[in-house]
């Protein structure tokens, strides 16, 4: 199994971002897919998960992320918007059995990471 996330970059506050993880070598249409990220000297957090048609965020994204999935593609997204310099972090995407234990990081699986990279 392999999931390859992209789509990071170096971007400006109030810009978008749209990252992608694309999952190989098993379906995982009803399993859940999520994102964490990791800054500079700090924990790896939960930003997102999604199982069928429920989603959770963590509250300093609400409003400004969006997780989706093409089940047909086996990939997860992660729509960015109004980025802030405070998002900035490694993304890396994740799959496991349900939503709680994604945010418990219970994780199956793990992705490598994109690099977001938000100035100022």
């Known amino acids: 199994v392999q999931l390859q996330a992209s789509g990071g970059g170096l971007v400006q506050a109030g810009d978008s971002l749209r990252l992608s993880c694309a999952a190989s070598g098993r379906t995982f249409s009803t399993y859940a897919m999520g994102w964490f990220r990791q800054a500079p000297g700090k924990e790896r957090e939960f930003v997102a998960a999604i199982r069928l048609t429920s989603t959770s965020y963590v509250d300093s994204v609400k409003g400004r992320v969006t997780i989706s999935r093409d089940n047909a593609k086996n990939t997860v997204y992660l729509q960015m918007n109004s980025l802030k310099p405070e998002d900035t972090a490694v993304y890396y995407c994740?799959?496991?059995?349900?939503?709680?234990?994604?945010?418990?990081?219970?994780?199956?699986?793990w992705g490598q990471g994109t690099q977001v990279t938000v100035s100022s």
């Open positions: 994740a799959v496991s059995n349900s939503i709680s234990a994604v945010r418990s990081r219970q994780v199956l699986y």
